[in-house]
């Protein structure tokens, strides 16, 4: 009988144009290919899944749907009684942050009593019974308070996504507004992440500071970067060597490496290369009314499949200047065979593939002139994809590795 394994989650998988939404996706592929059966239970906000994800999944997707509409005091005297009791909890967290660490901290970080919704923990634990899992897989630690609902034999998976000690510094030091959801105390990590008997980290960096952060006994840190099989994507006719590509999502973050680019980059190569093209593709094409220039700029929008935007060009660029995690374009542009210019920092956790494809640069100067060259080499130059793609199979062959480490935790997740 195949091991069960329940998949939490506060974003659907499907649509699956977001990159943490492809990364889960992926997981769940990758372990379902694996002989194991997963069942979903979904904590967001949206009422109705698609129908892909019963189509998806092996398992049981789990009821979500709450109807408040049908709530009555009286069957649950003590439901309204728990949520006023969590309410009071955010108020003082909110104290507590602004008399320890300040008002920053108070105005940006979340507490983890925000990201408790008593009725979806009920209900969560009426369609538990008579059901049981070897693991139970949370997608962000922030959740991890419904870890209290299984069993100590049960293996507890944190896949962290992202570090969110302090997040909304990085925002701040850029001059812009910060994401608050996304940001949480080291405190509250560390509580988040000492539930777990295993957490995945996306890099090494993180998985070093999760580490360093919890200093739990028995407590299993694991890099499982995103899955990104190869699979060459040759270039269309009718697309000529001075178009390149960018792709990302409509977050703060892209659309300032993105201005940054437009300003330092790419206005200087359209004043030097009349046909050269730039293709912006993703949900980041939405915000357009804010690039802070449209010369020579081509938006593709949303898609679907990787193929219908890494067609148009052998060079992509992934200009993102700061954040935290791996950069889930830049692994998908090397997995469809295409070189990739980009900084220190969307290249974290990628080091591996510098010089098999990977361009890593923070000067401007250094991009101009790489985009430059490219632009100028006729031969189509491709002897980088065999090492890419050998280095691209092994990348995945190891986060693998971890995810089936984690699910039973063996002896050698200790590593």
Known sequence: MAKKILIISPVPVFPWHAGNRMRIKNICYALMNHGYEL???????????????????????????????????????????REVQNGLKIKADYLQRKFLDGNNSANFNKSLNEFKNIKKYRLLKQQLSGRSYSAVLLNYAVYSHL????????????????????????FLDEGLEPVVWKSISPA?????????????????????YFRSL?????????????????????????HNRQTILTVGGKSVINL???????????SKIAESFKQAEL????????????????????????????????????????PI?????????????LSSGKK???????????????????????????????????????????????????????YNTDALSNILKAVNKTESSLS
């Open 188 to 208: 509250d990590e560390k509580k988040s992440l000492s539930k777990a008997d295993v957490i995945l980290a996306i890099t090494q960096k993180e998985a070093d």
């Open 321 to 333: 200047q700061f954040g935290t995690g791996l950069k889930i374009k830049t692994i998908e542009a």
């Open 147 to 170: 870890f209290d609902l299984f069993s100590d034999d049960v293996v507890k998976i944190i896949d962290t996504h992202d570090r969110l000690s302090n997040r909304y510094k990085l």
């Open 39 to 81: 069942d979903f239970f979904y904590i967001g906000f949206e009422k109705q899944l698609s129908d892909n994800h019963q189509e998806f999944f092996n398992g049981r997707i789990i009821d979500h749907a709450i109807d408040d509409s049908t709530f009555e005091l009286g069957k649950d005297p003590f439901l309204r009684i």
């Open 256 to 266: 300032n490496g993105l201005n940054w680019f437009l300003e330092n980059v790419w």
């Open 340 to 394: 990739i210019l980009t900084t220190t920092e969307g290249a974290a956790g990628l080091e591996r593939f510098i010089g098999k494809g990977l361009i890593c640069s923070d000067s401007a100067e250094v991009w101009i002139n790489e985009i430059k060259a490219h632009f100028l080499d006729d031969s189509g130059n491709t002897v980088f994809k065999n090492d890419l793609k050998d280095e691209v199979d092994q």
């Open 214 to 238: 919890t200093k739990k006994a028995g407590l299993n840190i694991l890099t499982v970067p995103h899955f990104s099989p190869y699979s060459d994507v040759p270039v269309s006719d009718g």
């Open 279 to 318: 293709y912006v593709a993703g949900s980041i094409c939405d915000e357009s009314s804010k690039f802070n220039t449209k010369k020579s700029v081509t938006l593709l929008g949303r898609f679907d499949k990787p193929q219908e935007v890494y067609h148009t060009t052998d060079l992509c660029v992934n």
